[in-house]
């Protein structure tokens, strides 16, 4: 028997929680929902959901600060949910290390859409951790099996799920242009949309991780007009 895989839905709307609850449990899976951070926290105490889908304006903790109480011990799947006309917020919230995001009102067959997207993502990536152990890469080493990289003047850095996909897909494609579309695929499960800015601001996330400021020879290049590469020789370890 395969169990279904289990949604948190944290949001302080009860019509949008009973809505979630009902067209995604008929889509195959098990929802259990919050009103906010508190009931949220009870809730993770004793589940184990494989994605969470956050509201930004919530009662008490909003869902930035929930989104960074999260990533301090979980890379879970993160979508938040952001009023359609507020850039700066979905901007925020990718820097805090969500995964994606969807604007309300929303389309219950879009966030379908992009859940099993980022739920596909997360079993790839779960899949190739058991080929290789260490990916080590200019002056790191990635731990493909804690999601953990290594610095060799031994700094250690945590990475967010979204975090982890992008390096890994510029990791399997050193010194590749990889154009914004190709990112947004791998890394959300959808292309790029006009004008969206995630992809750049996921891009300067990863950067501060790798202290990729500019001051030597970057890692990761703009290559204007077309996209992003990452200039470094890869090598695997078991």
Same mark, same amino acid.
């Given at each position: 028997?395969?169990?279904?895989?289990? !949604?948190?839905?944290?949001?302080? $709307?009860?019509?949008?929680?009973?809505?979630?609850?009902?067209?995604?449990?008929?889509?195959?899976?098990?929802?259990?929902?919050?009103? /906010?951070?508190?009931?949220?926290?009870?809730?993770?105490?004793?589940? /184990?959901?494989?994605?969470? =889908?956050?509201?930004?304006?919530?009662?008490?903790?909003?869902? +930035?600060?929930?989104?960074?109480?999260?990533?301090? @011990?979980?890379?879970?799947?993160?979508?938040?949910?952001?009023?359609? %006309?507020?850039?700066?917020?979905?901007?925020?919230?990718?820097?805090?290390?969500?995964?994606?995001? =969807?604007?309300?009102?929303?389309?219950?067959?879009?966030?379908?859409?992009?859940?099993?997207?980022? !739920?596909?993502? %997360?079993?790839?990536?779960?899949?190739?951790?058991?080929?290789?152990?260490?990916?080590?890469?200019?002056?790191?080493?990635? /731990?493909?099996?804690?999601?953990?990289?290594?610095?060799?003047?031994?700094?250690?850095?945590?990475?967010?799920?979204?975090?982890?996909?992008? !390096?890994?897909? +510029?990791?399997?494609?050193?010194?590749?242009?990889? $154009?914004?579309?190709?990112? %947004? $695929?791998? @890394?959300?499960?959808?292309?790029?949309?006009?004008?969206?800015?995630?992809?750049?601001?996921? =891009? %300067?996330?990863?950067?501060?991780?790798?202290? $990729?400021?500019?001051?030597?020879?970057? !890692?990761?290049?703009?290559?204007?007009?077309?996209?992003?590469?990452?200039?470094?020789?890869?090598?695997?370890?078991?």
């Amino acid at each position: 028997m395969v169990l279904a895989k289990q !949604l948190l839905v944290v949001d302080d $709307d009860q019509e949008i929680r009973n809505l979630l609850q009902q067209y995604l449990s008929k889509s195959g899976f098990d929802v259990i929902s919050a009103n /906010d951070g508190e009931e949220m926290t009870k809730l993770l105490e004793t589940n /184990d959901p494989e994605l969470i =889908i956050l509201d930004i304006m919530l009662p008490g903790d909003d869902g +930035f600060t929930l989104c960074q109480q999260i990533r301090r @011990t979980s890379n879970v799947p993160i979508i938040m949910l952001t009023a359609n %006309s507020d850039e700066m917020d979905r901007i925020v919230g990718l820097e805090l290390g969500a995964d994606d995001y =969807i604007g309300k009102p929303f389309n219950p067959r879009e966030l379908l859409a992009r859940i099993k997207a980022l !739920l596909r993502r %997360s079993q790839v990536t779960a899949n190739s951790q058991h080929n290789t152990r260490y990916i080590r890469f200019g002056q790191w080493r990635l /731990d493909t099996q804690n999601q953990q990289l290594e610095h060799q003047d031994g700094d250690k850095l945590e990475l967010s799920s979204s975090d982890y996909r992008l !390096l890994q897909l +510029f990791l399997q494609h050193p010194n590749e242009t990889l $154009d914004r579309d190709t990112i %947004s $695929d791998a @890394t959300r499960g959808r292309e790029s949309l006009p004008m969206e800015r995630g992809i750049d601001v996921q =891009i %300067s996330r990863l950067r501060q991780r790798l202290k $990729d400021d500019g001051s030597q020879t970057r !890692l990761i290049r703009t290559i204007r007009g077309v996209g992003y590469m990452m200039v470094t020789q890869v090598s695997h370890e078991a």
